[in-house]
């Protein structure tokens, strides 16, 4: 993984979101893609945004329930490159959302739901601080059915 703050590491986000969707649809999770007709590139390398996004997406898996579904929406917005992580899933209890009591708690490192399945509840906030750590950011968003989490990138010119 990249140093925080290595300018010069530039990744092309739509092949590598396109690679993360196909490697997840073979593990059975169900991931739509939402990409622009024009690739967008983030000032992170390919390793560290793949660990970010797999890790969203394995929590979409465990916490989803039944019939899961995930729309991975890539897009420029406000100067930055914005990714939407967006999962539903059905079954007792689960794909409702989250709690807002648990929404709040979200992002603390060994915050869980399931420990008792093994979960140590420390992924998001990995995330949260790789994030931070390279000039982006993560949130929960408000939702009705299941989860939606925006990320924002620095948003890098390719090099030619």
């Given at each position: 993984?990249?140093?925080?703050?290595?300018?010069?590491?530039?990744?092309?986000?739509?092949?590598?979101?396109?690679?993360?969707?196909?490697?997840?649809?073979?593990?059975?999770?169900?991931?739509?893609?939402?990409?622009?007709?024009?690739?967008?590139?983030?000032?992170?390398?390919?390793?560290?945004?793949?660990?970010?996004?797999?890790?969203?997406?394995?929590?979409?898996?465990?916490h989803?329930?039944?019939?899961?579904?995930?729309?991975?929406?890539?897009?420029?917005h406000?100067?930055?490159v914005?990714?939407?992580?967006?999962?539903?899933?059905?079954?007792?209890?689960?794909?409702?959302?989250?709690?807002?009591?648990?929404?709040?708690?979200?992002?603390?490192?060994?915050?869980?739901?399931?420990?008792?399945?093994?979960?140590?509840?420390?992924?998001?906030?990995?995330?949260?601080?790789?994030?931070?750590?390279?000039?982006?950011h993560?949130?929960?968003?408000?939702s009705?059915?299941?989860?939606?989490?925006?990320?924002?990138?620095?948003?890098?010119?390719?090099?030619?």
């Amino acid at each position: 993984m990249a140093r925080p703050g290595a300018e010069s590491v530039i990744t092309a986000l739509s092949p590598l979101l396109l690679a993360l969707a196909q490697r997840y649809r073979a593990r059975g999770l169900a991931v739509g893609l939402q990409l622009p007709s024009t690739d967008l590139h983030a000032a992170l390398d390919a390793e560290t945004l793949d660990a970010m996004f797999s890790t969203v997406l394995d929590n979409a898996g465990q916490h989803g329930g039944t019939d899961t579904r995930v729309a991975l929406c890539l897009h420029a917005h406000g100067g930055e490159v914005a990714i939407n992580v967006i999962g539903k899933g059905k079954g007792k209890g689960k794909g409702k959302g989250i709690s807002e009591h648990d929404a709040a708690r979200v992002f603390e490192p060994f915050f869980t739901t399931t420990r008792d399945s093994g979960h140590t509840g420390v992924g998001l906030s990995i995330v949260r601080s790789l994030l931070l750590a390279h000039g982006g950011h993560t949130a929960l968003q408000p939702s009705a059915i299941g989860a939606h989490f925006r990320t924002g990138l620095r948003w890098a010119e390719p090099s030619q």
